[in-house]
């Protein structure tokens, strides 16, 4: 008796505009009214329908009937001795994604996840440590971003100066991997009526899935960003397997191809500094070669050691070297100074406690960050 009465609302959290309108009508209700309740999720960021003013009383008695309106639960919270943010969050069904803010000058990205665990095997990376479970719905993406603005206050209607002024899908998962989702979050977090966020502050990392990038800059056109770190076949097939499918010559040339890619929109291609490995003056020529035609950016990145890995982290002698080869051939090439590495919230360090460590103390921040 009681598993009849326990009705499964569905949740608006996730919806396109579309889908949200073919509710309203289906429950009767003119398709204006989608408008009203888009400005209430996701520019006010309300998820009791009692305090949805500007919407009748029978239309709220209707929606609280049969809808909810569900992020992902919180089940770990910690703030880095840098002010970097993790947070570790449940899904309906039980699984655990994690989410990072990275504060910096007064505003910031948040990274956001994709997948449950990660489709690949990046032998360098925590993450990829975690099996794929499944990829993550439209709604437990957005959700990530709506979580964040919940702990900072920071709906466009209270008012407060934005922080969270840009996202990058470089957490756990390979989102072109899971793009159709993806695709229908970043849209949701794209509209104007809503969380507003441009294009042009939105970036999705890659390890290279060539057939899907071209549809990424047409259908979506965010930044786009390539995990490379390697200069030659032999190596990136070790440290990124999936280059065994899609090798260095394919994914340049992708890259080449990918819309909006301009001087003024550079790509950003992502190199771990790995000791002994990738580190030497030959690669980073090798590097400049590769990448002379494309507008290009390189990030390099600190190796962020976990436990049981055997890789270690270049010198910073090594580091500089490599960025100056690069800087004189007319590369950018900037050396990301390590965040959250107190918190395991660093490049290549998400995985979800239930697959990993309980053992960091958590810390939660007293006050929204102003």
């Not at 570790?88 to 910031?108: A, C, H, M, W, Y």
């Not at 989702?181 to 502050?201: H, N, Q, T």
């Not at 000791?275 to 070669?289: F, P, Q, T, V």
Request: hydrophobic share 35%; charged share 30%; glycine share 8%.
């Amino acid at each position: 008796m009681m598993a009849e009465t326990m009705k499964v609302k569905k949740n608006l959290i996730g919806m396109s505009r579309e889908e949200l309108e073919a509710e309203l009508v289906g429950i009767g209700e003119k398709a204006f009214r989608t408008k009203q309740l888009w400005h209430w999720i996701y520019h006010q960021g309300e998820t009791d329908f009692d305090k949805m003013t500007s919407l009748g009383k029978p239309l709220r008695e209707k929606l609280k009937e049969t809808y909810s309106i569900l992020k992902p639960e919180i089940v770990m919270e910690q703030l880095s001795e840098d002010s970097t943010h993790k947070w570790l969050l449940k899904t309906q069904d039980g699984n655990e994604v994690e989410s990072v803010f990275i504060p910096e000058d007064g505003r910031g990205a948040l990274c956001v996840s994709s997948q449950v665990g990660c489709t690949l095997t990046c032998s360098f990376c925590h993450t990829g440590t975690q099996k794929l479970v499944r990829n993550l719905t439209a709604a437990e993406i957005v959700g990530q971003m709506m979580v964040a603005r919940d702990s900072y206050n920071e709906w466009p209607s209270n008012g407060h100066d934005r922080q969270l002024t840009n996202i990058v899908m470089m957490g756990m998962g390979e989102p072109l991997y899971n793009f159709e989702e993806v695709k229908k979050a970043l849209k949701i977090i794209m509209d104007e009526e809503g969380i507003s966020l441009s294009k042009r502050r939105i970036t999705l990392s890659t390890s290279g899935v060539v057939p899907m990038i071209e549809r990424c800059g047409e259908e979506l056109g965010v930044g786009l960003a390539i995990s490379l770190h390697a200069v030659r076949d032999d190596l990136r097939d070790v440290l990124v397997p999936i280059n065994k499918k899609y090798p260095i010559k394919e994914l340049l040339e992708a890259c080449r191809k990918y819309p909006g890619a301009n001087n003024a929109r550079r790509i950003t291609f992502e190199y771990v500094m790995l000791d002994g490995i990738n580190d030497s003056a030959a690669d980073a020529k090798e590097l400049a070669r590769l990448l002379k035609d494309i507008p290009a950016k390189i990030n390099l990145i600190p190796f962020n050691k976990w436990p049981g890995v055997e890789y270690e982290c270049s010198s910073h002698h090594t580091i500089k070297q490599f960025s100056e080869i690069l800087n004189e051939r007319g590369l950018s090439a900037p050396i990301r100074v390590p965040r959250g590495r107190d918190i395991m919230a660093a490049c290549g360090q998400l995985k979800s406690a239930s697959e990993g460590i309980r053992k960091f103390s958590q810390k939660k921040p007293e006050q929204p960050v102003a």
